[in-house]
């Protein structure tokens, strides 16, 4: 499953790219190459990032769903429990 960027955000990233080559890097680098980077991270790295954020995300909602039983837990036949704990019933 191929990793696209809305237009906006990838323009956020490419002038980024950008940056830290003006900013880090003996040579800038231009947007043609910027893109191209971002483009190569794109399709080589970021479904690494991705896979592992899916695999978080499972581990934390497994943890979640096997809390649910106490969560949501409702004890049965309490309707004379509730009696018990104020005195003895009506007779």
Do not use: T
Not at 47 to 62: F, G
Not at 75 to 86: I, N, P, Q, R, T
Request: aromatic residues 10%.
């Amino acid at each position: 499953m191929p990793i696209d960027l809305p237009k906006d955000v990838r323009a956020q990233a490419i002038a980024s790219i950008e940056r830290y080559f003006r900013e880090h890097m003996d040579e800038p680098i231009g947007n043609i190459a910027a893109a191209g980077l971002l483009g190569f991270f794109l399709e080589e790295i970021a479904p690494v990032v991705y896979n592992q954020a899916v695999s978080d995300v499972q581990e934390r909602l497994q943890a979640r769903v096997a809390e649910v039983d106490l969560e949501v837990h409702e004890d049965a036949f309490g309707y004379w429990k509730k009696y018990e704990k104020v005195g003895k019933g009506r007779r």
